[in-house]
């Protein structure tokens, strides 16, 4: 009986276990220019056979390319492949209304996460409908389009967009309907998680927890953590809403957006919320952005933090005001995950 449980358990194992090599090899190959089977095995620990086999498969995906034979003194010349980065490609796209003018940006990128091209549009109004538009018109010119993943200024639960700088948008579960209307892999989140995401797997670190804060000119502080290497989303979603707690301790939301216009309010602002997170996720380092935030903000702030953190705790503060770049980075890597490594970290 015990036998008959066991194989049982193994049976239905066995898709999850074969899912998981496919992506232990597609993780390795991804990191090389060329390979033969045999360097798979060595590089995967995995058998012969079962890189052979999963190989195949994904030859005749097209996932990899032959590119020659090698000439071998013993046995038959080895066949050496490469990985080929456009056999899928991901669709990121965010949303934002700062000053007044909704825009819409994209960014198309490969199966290893470059990026092939970006755009943006204007529009006079951002609702579902237009969302749609903008990503079937990308769809209709690069069929290798796989994955989709979409930002939003604000905060969605399963899929339902709860609250949101584009009003038009809130109370849409707009994760089911664009997956249902293109039949694609889908992912939609709050702006700082992909940003947070981004530059966790940019900055260089030594593996620990991570905070991002972004200063936003006409809005109030926001923050991303990442959480032994994944984005931490929270249990209603809404993790990272850090002027909640400021304004809970007498800072209003009003109060917090004015900090921004003077520099020592500025710094005092940032230095709290340097201080809540290191309170809270202890992490290795914080990265801070917007407001022009620079090098003369970051002694300011740690001197206003250290002599209530010491300097054992005092996390390493970064500033970089080069948020475009993170949320998209962060975006790709989202979806990218999702699409090819479900099991394996990347």
């Known amino acids: 009986m015990a036998r008959s449980t ?58 990899t390319l032959h590119v020659s034979q090698e000439d071998s003194y013993v046995g038959r010349p080895a066949s050496r492949y ?24 994209l960014a198309v990128a490969n199966a290893v996460g470059e990026i092939l091209r970006r755009g943006e549009r204007q529009l006079d109004e951002i609702t579902c409908s237009t969302i749609e538009a903008f990503i079937a018109d990308q769809l209709s ?15 969605t639960l399963d899929g339902v967009i709860e609250r949101c700088d584009v009003q038009s948008l809130v109370g ?15 992912e939609v989140g709050n702006d700082m998680l992909f940003i947070a995401t981004g530059v966790y797997h940019t900055v260089p670190h030594q593996g ?3 905070a991002t804060l972004l200063f936003p000119r006409d809005n109030c502080v926001g923050c991303g953590f990442v959480i032994d290497g994944k984005p931490l989303r929270g249990h209603s979603k809404s993790a990272g809403e850090l002027f909640y707690i400021a304004e809970g301790f007498g800072v209003t939301q009003a109060s917090q957006m004015d900090a921004l216009d003077d520099p020592a309010a500025f710094r005092e602002l940032a230095a709290r919320m340097v201080l809540i997170t290191a309170g809270t996720i202890d992490p290795e380092f914080v990265m801070l952005m917007g407001n022009g935030v620079n090098d003369a903000d970051l002694v300011a702030i740690r001197e ?26 962060g ?14 970290p990347r």
Request: charged share 25%; proline share 4%; with cysteine.
């Open 6 to 63: 066991k194989n049982k358990q193994t049976l239905r194992s066995t898709p999850e276990v074969r899912q998981l090599n496919r992506e232990r090899i597609r993780r390795a190959i991804q990191q090389r220019e060329t390979f033969t089977k045999a360097e798979v095995s060595r590089w995967t620990s995995l058998s012969v056979s079962t890189c052979n086999t999963i190989l195949n498969e994904m030859l005749a995906d097209g996932e």
């Open 208 to 210: 620990g927890d991570h």
């Open 304 to 329: 206003r933090c250290e002599p209530i953190l010491s300097t054992r705790h005092m996390p390493r503060l970064l500033a970089d005001n080069n948020v475009a770049d993170f949320y998209v980075s």
């Open 172 to 186: 849409i579960d707009i994760e089911e309907r664009l997956r249902e209307k293109f039949g694609l892999a889908i």
């Open 82 to 105: 490469r990985y080929n980065p456009d056999h899928l490609h991901a669709l990121v796209v965010n949303v934002t209304a700062e000053g007044g003018r909704p825009t819409i940006s």
């Open 141 to 155: 010119t690069d069929r290798l389009i796989s994955g989709i993943a979409l930002g939003i200024p604000g905060i």
């Open 331 to 344: 975006l790709v890597r989202v979806i990218l995950d999702q699409l090819q490594f479900q099991l394996v």
